[in-house]
């Protein structure tokens, strides 16, 4: 059993900068690949990027050159790094994680998700 808070998101100006965080917690378990999602008002949840056990990320298009994660493993926790924000930006972030765990007494993989931290890009 996993949960995953987010924390860092809040109001800034074009051009600012972010970083978010983002912990896992409780019992029985190991994080295998870690990302970032985010969901804009009326759109879809999108991928932001990715990150394997071993480092590998895959950045959506869209922040490539802008943002950065990075993760600790001994510290179950992953972040995010966001510079030269845009308006387009401006969504819920949500951190993602792939958990062999146990849950209900069954181990599998499983996927779990945080609630989700408000970024906000305006002038």
């Known amino acids: 059993q996993v949960q995953l808070v987010e924390s860092g998101g809040g109001l800034v100006q074009p051009g600012g900068s972010l970083r978010l965080s983002c912990a896992a917690s409780?019992?029985?378990?190991?994080?295998?690949?870690m990302g970032w999602y985010r969901q804009a008002p009326g759109k879809q949840r999108e991928l932001v990027v990715h990150?394997?056990?071993?480092?590998?990320?895959n950045y959506a298009d869209s922040v490539k050159g802008r943002f950065t994660i990075t993760r600790d493993n001994a510290k179950n926790s992953v972040y995010l790094q966001m510079n030269s924000l845009e308006p387009e930006d401006t969504a819920v972030y949500y951190c993602?994680?792939?958990?062999?765990?146990?849950?209900?007494?069954?181990?599998?993989?499983?996927?779990?998700w945080g609630q989700g931290t408000q970024v906000t890009v305006s002038s």
């Open positions: 409780g019992s029985d378990f190991s994080i295998n690949g």
């Open positions: 990150i394997t056990n071993g480092g590998t990320t």
């Open positions: 993602n994680a792939d958990s062999f765990s146990r849950r209900g007494g069954a181990w599998a993989h499983y996927d779990y």
